[in-house]
């Protein structure tokens, strides 16, 4: 009895025909949105997100999964953008200024922005791999910072999206989350591995 209550309370059955937020159990509506805040494996009258997104048939719940999977891939593929702007702008400095932007070979050789060619302790500065020779750490121009901050923020958008999608606990959602997380990183995370 008790297990039957508690199931029947966490479910919640929204009436999408209404014009409010019409919530009641055994609303007489049978194709009213059913939202659970338990793992669940609806698909018909499932909800996401809005009551404009009802799913009414087999095909609109395919539809929303393979949706889903390209979210989450386009998820890693922003992520993909943001380290290749990275290199573009990092071999774009490399390039502007010359030799003076990298020192050669050794352990101790590495510049700091200040003075370029003198000696310094390996801890003294950080900077990326660039062949044999470490490349001077430098601060993006204003534009730079701002397309980069453009591809952060639509990382954290569509990341914040695909966790309020897991939040409805959809048993099929979440396996086509862990999906596209899979086919994103096996796409987009297969460039150079830096090692050391």
Same mark, same amino acid.
């Given at each position: ?6 199931? %029947? ?23 009213? !949105?059913? $939202? ?6 609806? #698909?018909?009258? =499932?909800?996401?997100? =809005?009551? #404009? ?8 719940? %395919?539809?929303? !999964?393979?949706?889903? $999977? ?10 993909? %953008? ?5 290199? /573009? ?11 003076? @932007? ?14 370029? +060619? ?8 950080? +900077? ?28 954290? @958008?569509?990341? /914040? ?6 939040? /409805?606990?959809?048993?099929?959602? $979440? ?6 997380? /899979?086919?994103? =990183? ?11």
């Amino acid at each position: 009895m008790a297990m039957a209550m508690s199931t %029947a309370t966490s479910s919640i059955v929204v009436n999408s025909s209404m014009g409010g937020m019409g919530m009641g159990m055994g609303d007489s509506d049978p194709h009213a !949105c059913k $939202i659970s805040m338990l793992w669940n494996w609806y #698909t018909i009258d =499932s909800c996401f997100l =809005s009551r #404009t997104w009802h799913i009414r048939s087999s095909g609109a719940f %395919a539809g929303s !999964c393979i949706g889903v $999977i390209s979210l989450v891939v386009s998820l890693e593929l922003l992520r993909r %953008a943001q380290r290749e702007y990275d290199r /573009y702008i990092s071999n774009q400095n490399t390039s502007k200024h010359g030799n003076a @932007a990298l020192v050669g070979g050794g352990p101790g050789d590495i510049a700091s922005s200040d003075d370029v +060619g003198k000696t310094h302790r390996p801890t003294d500065t950080v +900077g990326l791999m660039h062949g044999n020779a470490k490349m001077v750490n430098f601060r993006p121009s204003l534009l730079q910072q701002a397309v980069r901050s453009l591809l952060f923020m639509l990382q954290f @958008a569509v990341g /914040y999206f695909v966790m309020l999608l897991a939040m /409805y606990y959809n048993g099929y959602f $979440i396996i086509c989350i862990v999906i596209g997380a /899979y086919i994103g =990183s096996f796409i987009f995370q297969w460039d150079n591995v830096h090692s050391g």
